[in-house]
């Protein structure tokens, strides 16, 4: 991480009224003091009046009654809640500008594109993309910048980013390997399960053989059906170094993977989970973590006839590891509602704090970043958000959000837009000379 | 053709969404694909009925509701919910307040001490909780696009015609969806269901009661006018680009003009004929001249319905998402004499708020949905603040998505939230206009439901608490006085035929679910 690429990224930061605060020009070597803030530090109990001094970057110290340094720039977090930065762990972020367009829409390929699996979202990924800073102003710090599966079965490779919108953007390239299952699966393979399986079997079959000895593999005759590219890219998976994020919703389904999972000892992520919670003790033995969207209800398919707004409840009672996504469709101009999907995952029984574990530390533990994010505790990176309330209410919204120990810009495109547009009237000079930031 | 499994949001979004999904690149052509491929030629078909032949009682003319409503109201007990703070629509936050339920009716509603129960009534002690009218969805697809969503269920658009005015989407609501149960769960007492908005002209909406039946007249809102649903921008020139267009913006609106100057011509020839038939009528019997009456001219469903418009019968609600073309829509409407009831998917409302709030039209609008198409880039969460804060404005919520709709009380929050904290005065008493009493009044159904006042409609929720928190759930809902929804009792939770007998799949469905 460059200071000289940070500082010139950081721009004069305007935040809420009760926080406003100067910056210097040295962003990085900043030290942060948030003050008398009820402090949800999720390792542990919410330290209500409590302070979390930031230095170089990561958090130093956590408790109540701590002194500011001297050199510090003061937050004042009293009445406000304060918590990590939100990791939303499955989103198109940085892939995709305008959904509909495929000119501005990197997340999948299309036209009978042959690679699936050697895919990778850093290849593709913008720092700059309108979406980060709209989002950031809800509070998401860091994302898994993840692509889609066109024709084959897989996406590729998804990548663990901050949403600073610094250059250097990229924290953890192939944090995870993307697979459509369920009968998104069986339409990509000859539109039956029967066939879903059966190729998956034979891509982990064919991705050991090539791990295990490469020229030999390439040089034997085969019959052609997988790409080379793809197999190698499916070596961290067969070793069950690399993550699966399978999307799959039907208990049956889940059950089938949670079989592949044990055959082929891999590291699986469940992704939908419409009906998970029939199978949430399977999928707590088998050390399955689920990715879901709680708002889930309608019997949309008849793999998710069971779909029910306590699945996330009903998970997390099972000892399952859970997280939130927004729904296919909206899957990254809209992660700043991650927020409202957990509320309304407490709404029907989820506890709070497992909720808020939900949109920290959870993501970070299924990336293998828990030792550096998702919790408030001294030697963590200081990715930080100060809410005005309650961060789970609709209400609700952040401060202020550090990244990096880096107090961001919260300012965005919409925020202009609406500058803009306050004023209808007529003026000396057009709309498009107002605002013009 | 390949099978691709829509989302059910996505497909419920046919006109609004577009976008690919994440895992299923379906997209809104493929569905429109889907929908079928030929021509269909109902409005060429439409032979003269019965009730066209010419009597002494009249000039023949078209039934102007052929499918009526058979919707009664279910039972009631007469009601008294106390201590609530109770959220009016009509401009009021009363704390502490009471309202009686009478004979499907709200009997009366204000301070506790002004309300008093007649005997015999059920008393409800609401302390800590809420009242607000029934929402009301007026941007909906459900029944159309029902759950489950299948190619075979995929009901919403005609799309084999830049105009086709002449479906009705009651015609393909299937009353069993789903769907409208958890609406229900989430206070929704009154729908608008629309087309898809493939088309320019997508053809006609219905206004249901949000209460199950056997059939769809049994959920039709007795007198509610008719819908047209109209569509600008990136829909109608992306499917029809390809296929004879219209391909363009310029395009889209010579679409619409040209099928204007053709209603009118329809419309004149009925005014004509029925001047015709009272000058006929008028004559003496024992007039030689007289002659046989005069015959009513050929019957098009489609201009019909287009007629029904200039006619003021039918309320236009329009996809509109760009400031630029709405105000273009605007015009259009004068040059052929109708009223814009409502800009839908309003997404640029707030650039022009004050061109809305001139010609009274309503704008609906997402809480934050933006960007799945470039026409959604410039959304703004303060959309409905701004428009709100034009006099004379109306600005509603709407949900187009079978998800969205059972907490439209949580986007009213969210757009209310952003508004205050860009220091404009809108509160609670205000937004809840935005998802009962705006959507009423644009639907025609304002008189009769849509605020909390002695004589109107008892289509009331009871909620937890306050309604713009994500904890409050709908506890009680109301439709005419009856309960039709109380979380507390799974017997008053609705399931559709398609939810039950389905244990083995962990499948008890019901409105909670």
Known sequence: MSSTMMKSTMKSVLLGVSACVAMSASAFAQTVAIMNGDVHTISGNVIEDGDVIIRNGRIAQVGADLTAPSDATVIDASGKVVTPGLFAPYSSIGLVEIGADQESNDSYPEGGFSLGAALDATDAYNPSSTLIPINRAGGITRALSTPSAGDTLFGGNAAVIDMSGRVNSIMKPAAAQVLVMGYGGAARAGDTRMGSWLVLREYLDEARSYRANPNDYVRRPHEGRFLVSDLKALGPVIAGEQPLLVRIDGANDIRKLIELKNTYSLRVIVVGGSEAWRVGDALQAANIPVILDPLVNLPSQFEDLSATLENAARLHAAGVKIAFYNPPGFGAHNLRALTQQAGNAVAEGLPHDAAMAALTINPAEMFGLASRLGTLEAGKIADVVVWDGDPLEVTTQPEAVLIDGVVQDLGNRQNALMKRYRDLSRGDLPHAYRGGE | ?513
């Open chain 2, 1 to 513: 053709m390949q099978k691709l499994k829509l989302a059910a949001l996505c497909a419920l979004l046919l006109g609004a969404c577009s976008q690919q999904t994440g895992d299923n690149p379906a997209t809104e052509t493929d569905a429109a694909e889907a929908a079928g491929e030929s021509k269909t030629t109902a409005q060429e078909t439409a032979a003269n009925s019965e009730s066209e032949e010419a009597s002494d009682d009249g000039p023949s003319l078209p039934s102007k509701n052929p499918y009526p409503s058979t919707y009664e109201a279910y039972p009631s007990d007469t009601v008294l919910i106390t201590g609530a703070t109770i959220l009016t629509a009509a401009g009021d936050q009363i704390e502490g307040g009471s309202i009686l339920l009478q004979d499907g009716k709200i009997a009366a509603v204000g301070a506790g001490e002004d309300v008093t129960a007649p005997d015999g009534a059920v008393e409800i002690d609401a302390a800590g909780k809420w009242i607000t009218p029934g929402v009301i969805d007026i941007h909906s697809h459900l029944g159309d696009y029902p759950s489950p969503s299948m190619a075979s269920t995929s009901d919403g658009n005609e799309v084999t015609s830049p105009n086709t005015a002449h479906v009705w989407a009651e015609h393909s609501v299937w009353p069993q969806d789903a769907g409208f149960t958890r609406a229900l769960a989430g206070g929704v007492t009154t729908l608008q269901i629309l087309p898809g908005s493939a088309n320019l002209f997508g053809g006609r909406s219905v206004v249901l009661k949000n209460v199950p039946s056997r059939t769809v007249q049994g959920m039709k809102f007795p007198g509610a006018p008719y819908g047209l649903k109209m569509a600008c921008g990136e829909n109608p020139k992306r499917v029809y680009g390809e296929k004879g267009g219209p391909g363009t913006r310029m395009g889209n609106m010579a679409g619409y003009r040209s099928a204007w100057i053709e209603a009118a011509g329809y419309k004149k020839k009925w005014d004509d004929y029925e001047t015709d038939y009272e000058e006929w009528a008028a004559k003496d019997d024992d007039d030689e001249d007289k002659g046989d009456a005069p015959d009513a001219p050929g019957r098009d469903l489609k201009l019909e319905t287009l007629a029904g418009v200039l006619d003021g019968d039918i309320r236009v609600n329009m996809h509109c998402y760009r400031a630029d073309e709405m105000v273009q829509v605007l015009d259009m409407a004068k040059e052929f004499d109708y009223q814009v009831t409502a800009f839908h998917h309003a997404i640029e409302a707030y650039k022009i708020a004050d061109y809305l709030a001139e010609a009274g039209v309503c704008a609906a609008m997402w809480s934050d949905w933006w960007g799945f198409k470039l026409e959604a880039y410039d959304t703004v969460m303060e959309n409905a603040a701004l428009v709100h804060a034009q006099p004379n404005s109306c600005a509603i919520i709407h949900s187009d998505s079978a998800i969205g709709v059972q907490r439209l009380n949580q986007e009213a929050a969210k757009a209310m939230a952003a508004g205050r904290r860009a220091g404009i005065d809108v509160e609670p008493k205000d937004a809840i206009a935005w998802i009962t009493a705006h959507p009423a009044k644009s639907m025609g159904i304002l008189d009769q439901t849509g605020t909390l006042e002695a004589g109107k409609a008892a289509d009331v929720v009871l909620w937890s608490g306050n309604p713009f928190s994500v904890y409050a759930k709908a506890e009680k809902v109301y439709i005419d006085g009856a309960l039709m929804y109380d979380r507390d009792d799974p017997a008053r939770s609705p399931r559709m035929d398609f939810e039950i007998g389905q244990k083995d799949n962990d499948f008890t469905g019901g409105a909670g679910q």
